[in-house]
Nanobody
Framework: QVQLVESGGGLVQAGDSLRLSCAAS????????MGWFRQAPGKEREFVAA?????????YYRDSVKGRFTLSRDNAKNTVYLQMNNLKPEDTAVYYC??????????????????WGQGTQVTVSS
């Protein structure tokens, strides 16, 4: 099993940038689907981005963050990064890192992930 710890959240103004980190421990990520979700007060958890921890490293993004958010990984550190540029107030939420052990999981669905971090708060003011 895998333990996930998010970091990098904070309070920024619209147009600023943040880089979130998700550090994994307790196991290897080989073959895992690594996803980022976010949840604002009163709203459902929504998919943000995902990357397959494989040789391909395929990435996926929701439409509203394409061109602004970028996923990357550091294999040696077992860490996934979410670079968030040109942040908007609508991006305000608690951001969660998640890991799914099945290579056949559907990346957009929370149910595809069996390990979750505790979340990091991102607040974007106007």
């Amino acid at each position: 099993q895998v333990q996930l710890v998010e970091s990098g959240g904070g309070l920024v103004q619209a147009g600023d940038s943040l880089r979130l980190s998700c550090a994994a421990s307790g196991g290897t990520l080989n073959g895992y689907l690594m996803g980022w979700f976010r949840q604002a007060p009163g709203k459902e958890r929504e998919f943000v981005a995902a990357i397959r921890w494989s040789s391909s490293g395929n990435t996926y993004y929701r439409d509203s963050v394409k061109g602004r958010f970028t996923l990357s990984r550091d294999n040696a550190k077992n860490t996934v990064y979410l670079q968030m540029n040109n942040l908007k107030p609508e991006d305000t939420a608690v951001y969660y890192c998640a890991a799914g052990s099945s290579s056949f999981s559907i990346y957009k669905l929370p149910g595809s992930y069996n390990y979750w971090g505790q979340g990091t708060q991102v607040t974007v003011s106007s």
